[in-house]
């Protein structure tokens, strides 16, 4: 492992993409080593221990490149198997989106009331709550579980009809809690941020926990002088446990950079 060594970054699909980004914007000359898990997405509305053995297998995918780092892209696995991610990469750091994401909910909210859209099993896990309420235990967190936002995402369905509808019947509840902060506790529901944001209606700041994890993968890599010193620009290697064909047409959809090469690996 050395400077030169990428960072890895995994999530169930084409979600961590939105985080991929952030890291890019923020750490232009890393290298990404992107791991989505789309033979097995999604993964919200599976059991704790199907999530933990997906988390295993993911890190030991990304391992086999001896990244520097790992981020989890992923709140569901940041929720219910972040110490699984730990304990398989032993030496090497972890950072999930569940704590920053947490983290910068609380700096924002001026009433106290934070609401946390995410998967099933993010929002079942209480993981954000739990996060917010070490930080400020005064704050009232309000969650809605969006199941169909992910497989939404995954079709590319950004600005459909069927998707205002969906963040519709999700929203309406939610919307009427005194919210003054939503965080976006799901790294494929910034893809349908616009969406969410005119369904939500004004005066609710929207957290997305992206560009919290690139500032603290910057600081981290930092302390640990392990920042690239290269001046060029890296293409990420992308890898998927199945289409990656899908896959490359989503990346150049949400990245808007041309058709990249995607390896396809078992899982
Ligand atoms: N994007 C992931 C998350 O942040 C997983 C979504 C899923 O596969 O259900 O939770």
Known sequence: MNTESPIGIFDSGIGGLTVVKAIQAA???????????????????KSEITIRKYAADDTAIL???????????????????????EKSC??????????????????ITNNNRI???????????????????QLNPDIEVISQACPLFVPLAEEGFINHPVTKLVAEHYLTEIRTQGIDTLVLGCTHYPILRQVIEETLGSG?????????????????????????????????NLLVSDLPQKFSMLYQLFMGSALPNVDLVEV
């Open 204 to 236: 609710i700041s929207i957290i997305d926990s992206a560009e919290a994890v690139a500032l603290r993968t910057r600081e981290l890599l930092s302390e640990s002088g392990l920042l690239n010193p290269s001046h060029k620009v890296s293409v990420p």
């Open 90 to 107: 032993s030496n090497i750091p972890v950072i999930g989106v569940l704590k920053s994401g947490a983290k910068l909910a609380v700096q």
């Open 27 to 45: 750490l232009p000359h890393e290298r990404i080593i992107y791991f989505g898990d789309t033979a097995r997405v999604p993964y919200g509305p």
């Open 63 to 85: 391992m086999r490149y001896q990244p520097k780092m790992i981020i989890v892209a992923c709140n569901t696995v940041s929720a219910l198997a972040l110490n699984i991610v």
């Open 115 to 133: 609401g946390v859209i995410g998967t099933q099993a993010t929002v079942c896990s209480n993981a954000y709550a739990y996060a917010i309420n």
